[in-house]
């Protein structure tokens, strides 16, 4: 499954929650910040995430696109050779 992120609607961290939860069903209760999406990442194994005009990030916007970035990168490096199943694929398309 793809999850997809137009980064050129992204005008502050909760459009960015509001993008994902529209794909995936984090639950009605998840608290659309940082921690909230480390302690949920599960629910992106086995899935891509891309985000689609990276380019157009406001700059304010890129430390926190960044920033989940580096989360789903160090999610996939503590399951690295384990199993694929618990691997999130991303793709930066600009």
């Not at 639950?27 to 899935?47: M, P, Q, S, T, V």
């Not at 384990?82 to 694929?89: A, P």
Request: aromatic share 14%; net charge negative; hydrophobic share 45%.
């Amino acid at each position: 499954m793809e999850v997809i992120i137009d980064c050129s609607l992204l005008l502050d961290e909760e459009d960015f929650y509001t993008q994902l939860m529209k794909q995936v069903d984090f639950g009605e209760f998840f608290g659309r910040n940082l921690d909230a999406f480390w302690d949920d990442i599960g629910l992106l194994y086995e899935k891509k995430i891309i985000f689609l005009n990276y380019g157009s990030l406001p700059n304010d916007m890129i430390l926190f696109v960044n920033k989940i970035i580096n989360l789903i990168n160090e999610s996939n490096a503590e399951h690295k050779g384990i199993d694929k199943r618990y691997l999130i694929s991303i793709e930066i398309l600009f």
